[in-house]
């Protein structure tokens, strides 16, 4: 079985929601390293991943996207602001998305066909999103996490691939929801990011286990910064300190451990998307 690796790619300022684009200038840029740094571990495995770059990095480093792309990853969007999807307008998203189109198209010469929200930001509030995606040239969407958080989660979604469509609209996107686990009847959030710092690597282990025996594909997620446990420590509000800044230096070896344990490539490979 074949699970697939995504990276959000965003610089460790741009994930924090109190931060918007508007204050981005002020922090320092640590991408070139940190992407540096995940696609040494890939290689280290011999692994294709996705990577869902922001439309601003693809603007300012085209070179890495290039070089991301040149080294047979798949180049996916993460919008170009990280926004929440939900603090949008359809047209305001509409842009978000056209705009990382360009930019990741102007690096590499294609478009993305597959996005996954800022913060997992897609929720029942905003179903028109697939609509804008599925017009702007994406045909898979990996934003829902079944699952419950205080920022995000759609705890009643299907766990698995199934298909999406805006309410008004015969358009249709493939959802491919992040990785969760059962314990109990509830969906534990397993996919990666905070969660996979926090728990032992056991719990991922038995997760991903958990997933291949139903005969699925797990989807995992990490962020380049959770791979630099040296990043400018800021003031932020307690709970997202606690979520940001907890155990980051065990990343990289559970990683190692993750990509031992299990096969893994891209989201067009793992569920034959074409791309
Ligand atoms: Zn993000």
């Known amino acids: ?14 994930g924090l929601e109190i931060h918007k684009i508007d204050t981005w200038h002020k922090f320092e840029s640590r991408i070139e390293r940190n992407c540096q740094k995940i696609l ?49 307008t359809p047209e ?17 010469g294609k ?23 599925a ?18 989660g759609m705890i009643k979604a299907d ?15 493939i959802e491919l929801p992040v990785a969760t686990a059962t314990f109990m009847k509830i969906n534990l959030p397993v996919g990666g990011g905070a969660y996979f710092r926090a728990w032992p690597y056991g719990v991922t282990r038995w997760a991903f286990h958990q997933i291949n025996r139903q005969g699925r594909p797990g989807i995992f997620y990490v962020h380049p910064w959770e791979l630099d446990p040296d990043q400018p420590k800021i003031d932020l509000p307690k709970r997202l300190s606690l979520t940001h800044y907890h155990r980051l230096s065990s990343t990289e070896k559970k990683l190692h451990r993750l ?8 989201m067009t490979e793992v569920f034959n998307l074409g791309y």
């Open 1 to 14: 079985m074949v699970n697939a690796f995504t990276i959000d790619f965003e610089d460790w300022y741009q």
């Open 40 to 88: 040494e571990v890939l290689k280290a495995h011999d692994v294709k991943a996705t990577f869902f770059v922001l439309g601003f990095l693809a603007e300012k480093y085209p070179h890495l996207i290039k070089m991301i792309h040149d080294l047979g990853h798949e180049v996916g969007s993460h919008g170009y602001s990280h926004s929440q999807v939900f603090r949008l």
């Open 159 to 173: 766990r698995f691939r199934h298909e999406r469509s805006s309410t008004d609209s015969n358009r249709k996107i």
């Open 135 to 152: 017009k702007n040239g994406i045909r898979y969407d990996s934003s829902i996490y079944p699952t419950f958080n205080y920022r995000y």
């Open 92 to 108: 305001q998203f509409s842009s978000e998305i056209s705009r990382t189109n360009e930019a990741v198209h102007k690096a590499i």
């Open 259 to 266: 990509l031992d344990d299990f096969q893994f490539s891209s």
């Open 111 to 133: 478009t993305p066909i597959g996005f996954r929200a800022p913060i997992f930001s897609i929720i029942s509030e905003c179903y028109w999103a697939f609509d804008v995606l």
